[in-house]
């Protein structure tokens, strides 16, 4: 009789509860743009939705949070559009281990930075050919986006530069330590460690231009970039417009999240985005135009359309 009791309280702690729930919200390293936000939506669900609490967890970003949603626990995860179709589809990082996923919320376009100083001589990509440059940390997804733009750009990860794999809070630090050239960083605006890098006296910061290799991208990987601006307003000393290439962030969890949960967070999103956009100033960017089919690869949740149909929203 313990025994079922139990078990019975266990499966409360499972999707598809009717009991309390319980939800983890994987976000990324706290110098991003993923981790203001998940502490946003953490705040909001444990407040606004009845008999949900939500904390927010510190990951290395995407991959690491399809890797946490594959783990079956109750999960919700940030994630680049293109680190998500890897998941679904068991390519590249997730060779040999699909992630079963569902669109809960389509974000805001995360924008690939391609960062230097004026000290540093670096213009173009081609200028990174012999320099130290940061791709990432493992288990972002700034990681696959940077390899897929240094490939569109004739040039080889391994071969043609000296590889950190440093997070945008860690590139950011060795930059000013000059321990790097460059890095890669793909995240909202503004992004809370590159306005710190800006900021820095005696520092003038360049962002390298990289739309053109938008098609290549594509060609390849399928139809999930698109050409992008980051406005010279955004970060201190940019002499320019920043052209880049940008990708979708997507809210995703597992298939098996209740049609009543899946609702009540898009729900709950909506409800409270003005509260949200103090959190971070992208949840201005979360908009019910923006939610369609063509903004994400994976198929939006029961409980997302549900939401979307009371609304008028038609996301096909």
């Not at 004026?118 to 990174?128: E, F, P, R, S, V």
């Not at 909202?188 to 710190?196: E, F, Q, S, Y």
């Not at 999103?269 to 003005?274: A, E, P, T, Y």
Request: hydrophobic content about 40%.
């Amino acid at each position: 009789m313990k025994l079922i009791k139990a078990l019975v309280v266990c499966s409360a702690l499972v999707w598809g509860s009717v009991q309390a729930q319980n939800i983890s919200i994987a976000t990324g390293g706290t110098g991003g743009v993923y981790y203001p936000m998940g502490g946003g939506l953490a705040s909001v669900l444990s407040k606004k939705v009845p008999g949900m609490s939500a904390t927010a967890e510190v990951t290395g970003g995407s991959v690491d949070n399809l890797n946490l949603i594959g783990t079956g626990k109750p999960y919700v995860g940030f994630s680049m559009a293109d680190a998500a179709k890897d998941a679904q589809s068991g390519q590249d990082k997730f060779t040999g281990k699909k992630v079963d996923l569902s669109t809960l919320l389509v974000l805001y376009p995360n924008r690939m930075h391609i960062v230097t100083t004026g000290a540093t001589g670096i213009k173009t990509m081609q200028d990174l050919k012999g320099k130290r440059v940061s791709t990432g940390s493992p288990g972002s997804a700034t990681e696959v986006m940077a390899f897929r733009v240094i490939e569109a750009a004739g040039l080889d990860k391994d071969k043609d530069m000296r590889r950190e794999r440093l997070s945008v809070a860690e590139s950011v630090n060795a930059v000013k330590d000059r321990k790097i050239d460059a890095f890669f960083w793909v995240g909202g605006l503004p992004t809370a460690a590159v306005t710190d890098l800006a900021n820095t006296p005696n520092t003038q910061i360049v962002m390298i231009d990289h739309s053109k290799e938008v098609d290549a991208m594509n060609k390849k990987y399928g139809n999930l970039y698109f050409k992008d601006v980051i406005p010279k307003t955004t970060y201190k000393g940019m002499e320019k417009d920043n052209n880049v290439i940008s990708v979708a962030n997507i809210l995703v969890t597992s298939p098996k999240m209740s049609e009543k949960d899946a609702y009540n967070i898009v729900k709950a999103v909506f409800d409270n985005k003005i509260e949200l956009v103090r959190t971070h100033y992208e949840y201005i960017s979360v908009t019910l135009a923006g939610q369609k089919s063509a903004s994400t690869p994976i198929p939006f949740h029961p409980g997302a359309l549900k939401y979307f149909k009371e609304k008028n929203i038609k996301v096909n």
